[in-house]
């Protein structure tokens, strides 16, 4: 009996692998996006809220509140109306607002800036004043400052915030699969909840979890590592 059931969850694991192995190429693309706009965007952002922030360099109260307010709209906009308000404008850049990870891709840029700039800023305000103000006593340049001090003294802060936001990116792209976003959420819902295949959606979970596990590790493995330098 036993072996019987093995062998049919085999055989629908091997008539749903094509389209599990497209779900995860799919979650593959939205997270590249994210990760990019995080680093290029999400980055910098943090790294100006500090700046403009009282008794910093560029302190200027009307931006800092300005940004800040910003970041703290979009991380408290419950996800899903997130993606539902920017469909329209989605639509109007790409042509289409659902089905296609790059348009999926959207909401996500835009969650993953505004959720590491904010991982980039307390990491930031956790350095000892000493360093800051070792870099003032020098006459060090902004540019200086940032990519000489602040990085140098937080990147172990920052890779773990980036880590604890990447885990969070995973966990936006599931939820796309809810509006026809793609990815391995769209077809745990499509193939595993829709169609009563319990245990295909739960191995689209296990997938999820491994690979959070994965990210996890790595993450704090780097983190450690650069913090014995």
Request: proline letters at 4%.
């Amino acid at each position: 009996m036993v072996n019987n059931m093995d062998q049919t969850y085999l055989e629908r694991l091997i008539e749903f692998g094509p389209a599990m192995l497209e779900s995860l190429g799919e979650t593959g693309i939205m997270m590249v996006f994210s990760v990019i706009a995080a680093i290029l965007l999400g980055l910098p952002l943090g790294t100006f809220i500090f700046l403009t922030s009282k008794n910093r360099p560029l302190e200027n109260r009307g931006l800092n509140e300005l940004m800040n307010a910003l970041v703290n709209i979009i991380r408290s906009f419950p996800f899903l109306l997130l993606v539902i308000v920017m469909q329209p404008l989605i639509r109007t850049i790409y042509g289409r607002a659902t089905g296609d990870p790059i348009a999926a891709s959207f909401p996500m840029m835009i969650i993953s800036i505004a959720l590491y700039a904010r991982f980039v800023e307390q990491s930031l305000l956790d350095i000892p004043k000493e360093v800051t103000e070792t870099a003032q006593a020098l006459g060090a340049t902004i540019p200086q400052y940032i990519f000489k001090f602040l990085y140098v003294e937080a990147r172990s802060s920052l890779i773990i915030g980036f880590t604890t936001a990447f885990v969070s990116f995973i966990s936006y792209s599931t939820i796309m699969g809810a509006v026809g976003g793609g990815g391995i959420g769209d077809f745990a819902i499509r193939y595993g909840y829709h169609r009563y295949e319990t245990d295909i959606m739960f191995t689209a979970i296990v997938i999820i979890i491994i690979f959070v596990q994965i990210i996890q590790w790595a993450g704090l493995k780097l983190a450690h590592k650069l913090d014995r330098k």
